[in-house]
């Protein structure tokens, strides 16, 4: 798991490939679950303000590995902790995380 990612609550972890995150830089998120959770799932990720920047339905986790679906991919535009919630639309799957972007240097 990477420094970048404080808090990992839930069945579902949230791996950030970009380690530091700074303030522009393009972020990516992996996704890993124990369990063969069934898709699809829906994700959200709220930046420091708390305004939901990313809502998306993912037919199947980006897990980074060859030939799954694509990461999540956004800018971070403001330092400071940004939520990251992901859940199974038709389970009780779920995953919680905090990413901390800091100021760029």
Same mark, same amino acid.
């Given at each position: 798991?990477?420094?970048?990612?404080?808090?990992?609550?839930?069945?579902i972890?949230?791996?950030?490939?970009?380690?530091?995150?700074?303030?522009?830089?393009?972020v990516?998120?992996?996704?890993r679950?124990?369990?063969? &959770?069934?898709?699809?799932?829906?994700?959200? *990720?709220?930046?420091?303000? #708390? %305004?939901?920047?990313?809502?998306? +339905? /993912?037919?199947?986790?980006?897990?980074?590995?060859?030939?799954?679906?694509p990461?999540?991919?956004?800018?971070?535009? &403001?330092?400071?902790?940004?939520?990251?919630? *992901?859940?199974?639309?038709y #389970? %009780?799957?779920?995953?919680?995380? +905090? /990413?901390?972007?800091?100021?760029?240097?």
């Amino acid at each position: 798991m990477s420094r970048t990612i404080t808090d990992n609550v839930g069945e579902i972890e949230t791996i950030c490939k970009t380690d530091p995150a700074r303030v522009g830089d393009l972020v990516k998120l992996v996704f890993r679950s124990d369990d063969d &959770a069934d898709p699809p799932f829906n994700v959200r *990720i709220k930046s420091p303000s #708390g %305004k939901v920047i990313i809502e998306r +339905v /993912l037919r199947d986790l980006p897990t980074g590995k060859p030939q799954s679906a694509p990461p999540i991919e956004f800018t971070a535009s &403001a330092p400071g902790a940004y939520k990251i919630e *992901i859940w199974q639309l038709y #389970g %009780k799957i779920r995953g919680n995380a +905090v /990413l901390n972007v800091i100021s760029a240097m």
